[in-house]
């Protein structure tokens, strides 16, 4: 005798099927995490909601259950949190796949209170870029239409109510069943895959974000002049003298942010010079630093466009290191490669001359160069 189960319009439904809606949840569940994290890795670095979930609760915490945990797990500490949170969500995915085999939109409601919470996490730590919050809503906004795809296969294959014709039930169900399976292992494969990956790479991506958060800037050997009284307008639809670094523009071609390591970041002035350098970042921050309020602008910018933002930078003149590495005779522009290997090339004389100030930046309003700015 088969078990059933009440569903919300009074019809029993059977334990199996019951089951298999639940497998339904977490397959599109996992697939939703995946696609967030490959989302995350893609479009902004601190957007992991997993991590960022995780991190709020590590802040929250009792100091000592902290070091409780630190004290029994070791490094596995972090790895442990993260995996209790995916097991979690996807124990509540089960849950909104049973939801919507009841009732059409009742995973979506499940779905959208995970996107929330997953959005406070990402809040914490994401400084008010509304960019962070992408990976969450679109990783689960397409975990649910995968689910509202699975459940309309399990519906075709196990319907509530009987058929007038059992034989054309028994073909019908021979092939939604098959359709049902087949796409459950497909998406269960795929989202397994993407998982780990996308795991991996937002993992890097948040290793770096969590390198850069402790970052301790040295104080500026020539500090930048206060910014002069009345400078600041408050006018209504006039931006500030000083760009927030949320608000500060970028345009650039990168699906990716490069997200680099201070660790193992350098940078090496070669070609045309008398003296090879290389120098590390904890080299540059040892460095005399300046401070200067520079304005930047969009060589595409219009006339009154939002594409320019003034920032206090903080950072070492090119020229220095340039007189160290002592550019030979007939070098006339420095040709700049990034890690993702944008170039530019610049006269030698605009980053050798004093009144241009052209300076390689540690620092934006008082805090370590944002990633999406670094």
């Known amino acids: 005798m088969h078990r059933q189960a009440a569903s919300a319009s009074g019809i029993a439904t059977p334990q199996s099927t019951v089951w298999w809606s639940r497998l339904a949840g977490v397959v599109a569940g996992l697939a939703g995490l995946a696609i967030a994290d490959l989302a995350s890795w893609l479009f902004a670095p601190t957007g992991s909601a ?9 802040n929250l915490l009792p100091a000592s259950l902290v070091n409780f945990g630190k004290d029994t797990l070791g490094t596995a500490d972090k790895p442990v949190l993260l995996g209790i949170i995916t097991v979690f969500v996807l124990i509540i995915s089960g849950l909104a796949g049973q939801l919507e085999h009841r009732r059409k939109l009742g995973g979506a409601v499940v779905f959208a209170v995970l996107a929330v919470l997953g959005m406070v996490g990402v809040a914490a ?5 509304l960019r962070a919050y992408l990976p969450t809503v679109v990783g689960l906004l397409l975990g649910y ?3 509202r795809a699975l459940i309309t296969r399990l519906r075709r294959w196990r ?12 073909r019908t169900a021979a092939f939604a069943r098959r359709d049902f399976l087949q796409l459950t292992i497909a998406v269960g494969a795929a989202a397994t895959v993407g998982a780990i990956v996308g795991r991996a790479l937002a993992s890097a991506a948040n290793a770096v974000a969590d390198a850069r958060s402790k970052i301790r800037l040295p104080g500026a050997a020539k500090p930048a002049p206060a910014v002069p009284a009345g400078a600041e307008l408050s006018v209504n639809g006039l931006s500030p003298y ?16 490069p997200v680099i390591d201070p660790d193992t970041w350098s940078l090496r002035i070669v070609g045309m010079v008398e003296n090879p350098i290389e120098i590390s970042y904890a080299d540059l921050t040892a460095l005399p630093l300046v401070e200067h309020l520079t304005t930047l602008t969009c060589v595409s ?13 903080l950072g070492y003149p090119v020229r220095e290191l340039l007189a160290r590495a002592k ?11 990034s890690e993702d290997n944008f170039t530019a090339g610049t006269p030698l004389e605009a980053l050798t001359d004093p009144d241009r100030l052209a300076m390689l930046a540690v620092g934006m309003n008082g805090q370590p160069l944002p990633i999406e700015h670094g």
């Open 50 to 58: 997993v991590t960022a979930v995780g991190q709020l609760i590590i």
């Open 125 to 129: 730590r994401a400084q008010g870029s």
């Open 145 to 147: 239409l995968i689910l």
């Open 159 to 170: 319907p509530r109510r009987a058929a007038a014709d059992p034989s054309d039930t028994d």
């Open 242 to 257: 000083v760009t927030p670094n949320q608000d500060f523009y970028r345009i650039d071609t990168a699906l990716q942010v």
């Open 301 to 313: 910018n219009e006339v009154g466009g939002s594409l320019i933002g003034n920032a206090l930078w």
């Open 327 to 337: 550019p030979l005779p007939g070098a006339d522009m420095v040709l700049s490669r």
